[in-house]
């Protein structure tokens, strides 16, 4: 059976950080591309970051570059973000995907509000 759970999401204030995970199993982790979304209400999942099977290749849309950093550790099949410098435009669920091709996972979602 395949899971992908994320931990990790809260409240923070603006200006903090935080750092999700996400566990994966019932698939060959090391073997997948991991990547980030995000869906705010009222808009559209948008992509945060990703990182190769190996680890040895990250990409973040501008927007992100610079405040969230993406890494992963295949013994522990687990992908982490790492986000700094939070702001309210930050606050969503953050979901976890993992892909290989023509296959995709997904987790359930973690909540993640900035707020003062």
């Known amino acids: 059976q395949v899971q992908l759970v994320e931990s990790g999401g809260g409240l923070v204030q603006p200006g903090g950080s935080l750092r999700l995970s996400c566990a994966g199993s019932?698939?060959?982790?090391?073997?997948?591309?991991m990547s980030w979304y995000r869906q705010a209400p009222g808009k559209a999942r948008e992509f945060v970051a990703r990182i190769s099977s190996a680890g040895d290749w990250t990409n973040y849309p501008n927007s992100m570059k610079g405040r969230f950093t993406i890494s992963r550790d295949n013994a522990k099949n687990t992908v982490y973000l790492q986000m700094n410098s939070l702001n309210s435009e930050d606050t969503a669920v953050y979901y976890c995907?993992?892909?290989?091709?023509?296959?995709?996972?997904w987790g359930q979602g973690t909540q993640v509000t900035v707020s003062s």
């Open positions: 019932g698939f060959t982790f090391s073997s997948y591309v």
């Open positions: 995907n993992a892909h290989n091709y023509p296959v995709d996972y």
